[in-house]
């Protein structure tokens, strides 16, 4: 069961952001919302705001002064009755759950959520999410110079990459699991963030309040599409990666030698291999440049989100998108930034940033290494183009054998006749000088060659075969 756990047994206030797609397309059937959703409106103590076309935020109710080890039922409690709502369909259109914890911990880090992950291999792990202790953004009163800043942070594991898992719930438990590659499949993410809590109700409702203008509902659908859009194609990316590393340093391990040895059959099967390879390649390749484009279009709209939350300020909050960092703590209360921070992108923005990054430098790599693999396929393939055209000689001088047998045929049953008519002594004469004849020829000839060829690389292969065998330890 996913557990939150604090040596000091504190409470505190927690909200839970769902974010769905409003449709989708699957197995060629579309996936729709209930239609009871169309319009906004609060239904059970539900609240949900139409974000866009195909996007709808729902938010808990906020949960006050709760026990932090009874968050796991209770956030298990509300997927319930998002399977209510939207029956079989939940989970297919879910795109990622935010959780908002608000908290007045002296020492945020003291707090921990943990989280079971199912391992592919059948392995359960508890995984412990903590605060990084950067914050994404501080906010304090206008008019009030000396009250305290309070800060935003995520909350991240540190034994593994949170991109490369997703949410998944089953009856009993909320819990992650290993994020699905295939572009079908649905990934839905988890993200936790934390709040300090402020003792102003005007700026706590301004944080994270019920209008669709409060600083969290601004957020909270950008945050989750771009992990949900970067987490899935850059874990299916970096597999890929992987393999297709591994792949190329296999075929530039296999010698020439080696390669002679290989039948026809083996290098038509390894270049079709290399094909398929070289298909998906391209497959992963045509969609980097779309998920780049759509995160590069969602770090415009939270660009236009943050500015529409200092438009919302009305001078009486101040917001600061450029929190310095934990070291630099006396330049926050002074006001003041270090240079370097200020010219560099928020928090919010690096984050896209970063991810955009991340996929060009796949993109880059993957472009690279399908050029080895490029090389890898031509020597295949100049290997088998060589044997074509041995198996073409070798029909054509198995052709050309049987045409001398059927001319040894058609001379001995000359001698034959000749037998009956001429002397034994001078039959004996004319079939040595015929059979020698025939040994010149056949030992001259191109096509004897070209079997002799044929079984002197047989052999050398069975060779080479044998003390492969003979070498190989027990």
Known sequence: MTTLINSQNVTADYRCYFLFRTYRWREGQPVKEPAPLSD????????????SKDKRLFLSPLFSQISLTTLPENLLNQWQTFQNLYG??????????????????????????????HHSNGKVESIPLMPTGNRLFTIREANAPSSPWLGCQEWLPAALNLNEWQLHFTPNQAMLMPMQTEESDNHPIFAVYSLDRSELPELSTFLYGDADSTVMNQLVPMLVTRHWQFSHINYATTQFRDRLQAQNTRYRGI?????KCHSTAKLEETIQEMSSLYAEAMYILGRLPQAINTLEINEGNLKRRMQG????????????????????EKEMEDDQHPPSEISSPPPLLAAF???????????????????????????????????????????????HIIILAVALAEGLKFLEEFLKHEGWLFAIIVTVIVL?????????????LILLKKARRGLSCGFKTLRHILG???
């Open 40 to 51: 906004n409106h609060s239904n059970q103590s539900l609240i949900h705001y139409q974000v």
């Open 88 to 117: 079989q369909n939940a989970e297919t259109l879910l795109l990622g759950v935010v959780l908002l914890i608000i908290h007045d911990s002296a020492n945020p880090s003291s707090l921990t959520l943990t989280m079971p992950a």
């Open 255 to 259: 010698q020439d030698a080696e390669l």
């Open 309 to 328: 939350v200092e438009d919302h300020t009305q001078g009486r909050w101040v917001i600061d998108w450029h929190p310095p960092k934990p070291s630099t």
């Open 353 to 399: 940033q970063r991810d955009i990054k991340t996929l060009k430098n796949n993109q880059v790599y993957i472009q690279g290494k399908l050029t080895y693999l490029e090389g890898s396929r031509l020597r295949w393939q100049a290997f088998l183009e060589e044997r074509k055209i041995e198996l073409t000689e070798w029909l054509g001088a198995l052709g």
């Open 436 to 448: 020698v004849s025939i040994l010149l020829i056949l030992f001259t000839i191109p096509p004897v």
């Open 472 to 474: 190989r330890k027990p």
